[in-house]
């Protein structure tokens, strides 16, 4: 676990965005005015505007700088994301300072002593940045580490049930359906070498190649009672989605929407694109003669897992949703597309 923190990378805001931007500007702007008011200039006004333009220069050009170096902030290691920040920050204090008294006509001997002043307040506030930044990144870490400590617990707790199921079919189809049997061996395999193994990031496409592969063996033992409908375009199969979101879900509705059922059911995914936002649904729809009563205790932890590496990997843009109806219960997963 320590090397895990230990070498993970900050996690910068995009500098190039405006959205990072303004609420730069609009603190150097306060910032200005309280360094410009504990002063007690007389010539309020002037000073205000010179050192007003000398925070908002220092903070334009260093967003300008940083945005350039995105691919090295993201690449490089703790040490150098940290250096890099300082270095372009001081320096781009330190010229913007001399050349704002420059133009302003306020050369004199003092010059080095602001300059110097001006480097160790940029160089606080940069201290206090990626401070927050070191916590707010660890933090994730941890959440990160402990939904992967939570994840296998909850995959070491399912298979063996899902293992046991697989092994009763197939002692059938040996005798019965050898062919079958044989294609069963296959996707049981690529399942279980795809739990062992899994990838932090595939595409909806290799997630529905799981997906169906899990289908298949539950088609076997469910014969007639499971029905199948999946729905996806194929441009959408090639959009990037996290490793493992859809079949602990569909596992989910056959567990507790179809197998409960004498009579079966129908499980559907579909896929839409929304609003620069990949759509996915996963719907299992129970006949209601069943009078089969949706059990969700079994499932929250699954989803609540599932929300939460949604969130690490996506941000705010990303949820997942549960709607629970008489004849069926379905789970929608959201995500933007990047």
């Known amino acids: 676990m ?29 910032v200005a005015f309280l360094v410009v008011l504990s002063g007690g200039s007389e010539i309020f ?22 945005c350039m170096q995105s691919n090295h902030l993201r690449s490089g290691t703790l040490l150098s994301q940290c250096l890099i920040v300082y270095v372009t920050c001081s320096l781009v204090t330190a010229i913007s300072v001399w050349v704002t008294y420059y133009l302003f006509a306020f050369l004199d001997d003092g010059i080095w ?22 916590l707010r990144c660890l933090w994730e870490e941890h959440i990160k580490i402990s939904q992967n400590v939570r994840l296998q617990s909850l995959q070491t707790r399912i298979q063996p049930h899902f293992l046991f199921n697989c092994l009763n079919s197939l ?10 049997a044989t294609e069963m061996v296959y996707a ?28 298949f063996l539950e088609k076997i033992r469910l014969q007639d009672r499971l029905q199948i409908v999946i729905e996806v375009a194929e441009d959408h199969k090639k959009i990037g989605l996290i490793a493992f979101i859809l079949q602990p879900i569909v596992e989910n509705a056959i567990q507790h929407g179809i197998e409960p059922s004498v009579s079966g059911g129908k499980v ?4 839409s694109i929304t609003k620069g936002r990949l759509i996915v649904e996963v719907r299992n729809e129970v006949r209601v003669s069943n009078n089969i009563p949706k059990s969700t205790s079994g499932n929250q932890f699954a989803l609540g897992n599932i929300k939460e590496r949604l969130r690490l990997a996506y941000g705010e ?8 109806e ?10 933007p597309i990047i």
């Open 268 to 271: 559907s995914i579909h896929s």
């Open 326 to 335: 008489t004849s069926f219960t379905s789970v929608t997963i959201t995500i």
């Open 188 to 215: 049981m395999s690529e399942l279980f070498r795809s739990s062992f193994n899994p990838s932090e990031k595939e595409t909806l496409g290799t997630e529905l190649e799981l997906v169906q592969r899990y289908l």
């Open 317 to 324: 843009g990303s949820g997942i949703s549960i709607r629970n």
């Open 45 to 66: 006004w002037s000073r205000l505007s010179v050192t007003l333009f000398t925070y908002v220069t220092v903070v334009v050009l260093s967003c300008w700088l940083l």
């Open 113 to 134: 002593f602001d300059i110097f002043t001006y480097t160790i307040i940029t160089g606080i506030a940069v201290s206090i940045m990626l401070r927050a930044l070191y």
């Open 171 to 180: 002692n059938e189809m040996i005798l019965n359906k050898p062919k079958v």
């Open 2 to 30: 320590v090397a895990e923190v230990t070498s993970f990378r900050l996690r910068f805001p995009n500098f190039c965005s405006y959205g990072v931007l303004f609420p730069l500007l609009l603190t150097s702007g306060l």
